[in-house]
């Protein structure tokens, strides 16, 4: 059973760095540099999600949060209250539900507005010229909501660190 747990917790610390990891450098670095690249910097996302990254961001999340519950249950003697309300039981708590939380962020706002994106993206580089007026509007919708969803990702994901850290100390 050690054994077992041990496997578990390996899978949850390492995909959660990577989610994590991907998530805060996206928001205070790579987002606002592609930004400021104008359509360069459409050219470089385009490729990024080519690349692997997109799944490694959806695989990443879901080892995350699936090996999070079963240790979550064993630790908490199988969702004890008393366990909960304690130090360690609440700081666990906060970390799962702020880490549920940026899960159902991820999954309901931002991949599919980055989808959206592409979609979009791409029309216009098929149709060649500049975007036209109803795309370039739905362009800026669909950034200005993929910015808040990826601000409150990633600040979901930094209070659940936070608490995963008190509660496993």
Known sequence: MLVLLSV?????VFSAVIWAGVAFVNYAWLGPAVKASGPAGGTVMGRIARSSLPRAMTIAPI???????ALYWVY???FNPRYMVSWKGAALTIGAL???AAFFEGAFVTGPTVDKIGKLG????AAGGPPKPEQLSTM???QAKLDGATARGAIFLAISVVGMSLGAA
Do not use: K, P
């Not at 080892?63 to 519950?69: F, I, R, Y």
């Open 8 to 12: 578990i917790r390996v899978i949850h």
């Open 63 to 69: 080892l995350t949060v699936l090996a999070g519950l």
């Open 76 to 78: 908490s003697g199988h």
């Open 98 to 100: 702020t880490g549920l």
């Open 122 to 125: 791409a029309e216009i580089q």
């Open 140 to 142: 800026q919708a669909l």
